[in-house]
């Protein structure tokens, strides 16, 4: 058992070092690489954890064993919020997530956000994948953890989409596709209403 | 369904596999990205340090050990305090020189090191290097200049790894430029 502290600290080296030694015109590749960093860990990780769970009845299951148990074992927290369209995209929300809470408030920080969340969101990729659901996992910060009013308005969303690999599509060539714009989010609300 | 109830435990720690786990992605990629393992071992080195010199902090927020009177003191609270702390292990102070300013952290086991196995032709890697970045890193800040370097690794065959910090000079207080 490691310290939270030199976890994160990791974590904020790791992402520093991808930014440091990235040439300019490779700027885009940073997030992908971490992405990349990501899913790796997240797919040993789901090997060791469920190496005595019983078989996921379908991809709800698999999910909320993702927001249950994953969330708890990685960020000693459960997901605060599943949403599903159930037509393959989920909507996982952290309101209090463990990378950014110790970050400032304000639109310089917002906008940096991304880096700190290509690799947990290429944990859950790289996790979902040992688990047979092939997808693409993209993150959106609405607001700073910190901005969070007493009465608890929306912080931080997840949202992540399933997407069936068709054949002949190489894995990588989806990955690349997802964080081409690290800014790139998708409009949640209007997604929803 | 027989899933793993709550293994929360202190909600301090995180998972241990999780730490292992990224720390050897990350080395990976440093792999990947320079030639040979000099560099890699140094890019380890700088990252610790910056971990180090964070982690100082914390420490003396939360251990509450006090000032150490010499460095065998320092030695002590390094092994029984700082790595239970942060790595839930405590390694064996050793090796003393005759002059008191070099002693060996002597570790049985590397959480680091969990699930390694160095594939041939990496002789010169330094696998854990970040430990010994962060150790300069953390002593720095507290005014000792301190060389740490690895002597013995298990991943290599040793039978133990050993961690040598030798005692360079206590670092002043430097006044910033432009003040008196």
Not at chain 1, 78 to 88: A, E, K, V
Not at chain 1, 143 to 166: N, S, Y
Request: glycine share 6%; net charge negative; hydrophobic share 40%.
């Amino acid at each position: 058992m490691a310290d939270e502290a030199v976890f994160e600290f990791l974590h904020t080296e790791m992402v520093s070092y991808i930014h440091r030694e990235v040439f300019k015109d490779e700027k885009d590749q940073c997030i992908s690489k971490l992405e990349a960093l990501g899913f790796r860990v997240g797919q040993s990780l789901i090997e060791r954890f469920t190496k005595e769970c019983s078989r996921f009845k379908d991809e709800l299951d698999t999910m909320k064993f993702l927001c249950k148990d994953f969330w708890g074992l990685v960020y000693k927290k459960q997901i605060d919020n599943l949403r599903t369209n159930h037509q393959g995209v989920y909507v996982l929300q952290d309101n209090k997530f463990k990378f950014l809470v110790q970050m400032s408030t304000g639109k310089q920080y917002m906008e940096s956000a991304p880096k700190y969340l290509a690799f947990p969101c290429g944990m859950i990729r790289g996790a979902l994948s040992n688990l047979g659901v092939n997808c693409i996992v993209t993150a959106e910060v609405s607001a700073m953890p910190a901005l969070r009013k007493a009465d608890g308005d929306v912080p931080h969303i997840i949202l992540f989409k399933p997407q069936m690999i068709l054949p002949g599509m190489l894995l990588t060539d989806c990955r690349e596709n997802i964080f081409c714009s690290p800014t790139h989010c998708f409009d949640v609300k209007a997604f929803w209403q | 369904m027989s899933r793993q109830g709550n293994r929360a435990g202190d909600p301090r720690k995180v998972n241990g596999e999780l730490f292992t786990l990224t720390y050897g992605a990350l080395v990976a990629q440093l792999i990947k990205d320079y030639e040979n393992d000099e560099q890699v071992n140094k890019q380890l080195d700088k990252m610790g340090y910056n971990m180090g010199v964070r982690l100082i902090e914390d420490f003396l927020a939360r251990a509450n050990t006090g000032r150490c009177n010499d460095f065998r003191e320092t030695a002590d609270v390094i092994a029984k305090v700082a790595f239970k702390m942060y790595l839930g292990l405590t390694p064996v102070v050793s090796n003393w020189s005759t002059t008191g300013d070099e002693f060996s952290l002597l570790l049985e086991s590397n959480p680091l090191t969990e699930f390694v196995e160095l594939p041939p032709g990496h002789a010169n890697l330094n696998y854990s290097n970040l430990l010994c970045g962060a150790l300069r890193g953390a002593l720095e800040m507290v005014q000792m200049d301190v060389d740490v370097r690895f002597v013995q690794d298990i991943l290599k065959g040793d039978n133990i790894t050993e961690i040598r910090l030798k005692f360079i000079k206590r670092l002043e207080d430097a006044v910033p430029v432009g003040e008196d």
